[in-house]
């Protein structure tokens, strides 16, 4: 079994996955605050 070495692997997808998911978070976060303001103008 080969030794393991720090910082050799290849995490391109890994990244990659992680970015859309911290975009995507962010999007549904934005547009979940907006349809909530929406909800409260109209109900107001």
Same mark, same amino acid.
């Given at each position: 079994?080969?030794?393991?070495?720090?910082? @050799?692997?290849?995490?391109?997808?890994?990244?990659?996955?992680? @970015?859309?998911?911290?975009?995507?978070?962010?999007?549904?976060?934005?547009?979940?605050?907006?349809?909530?303001?929406?909800?409260?103008?109209?109900?107001?």
């Amino acid at each position: 079994m080969s030794e393991h070495k720090h910082g @050799e692997m290849n995490i391109f997808v890994q990244e990659k996955t992680f @970015e859309g998911f911290i975009k995507f978070m962010t999007r549904s976060a934005i547009v979940i605050v907006l349809l909530l303001l929406f909800i409260a103008l109209v109900n107001a």
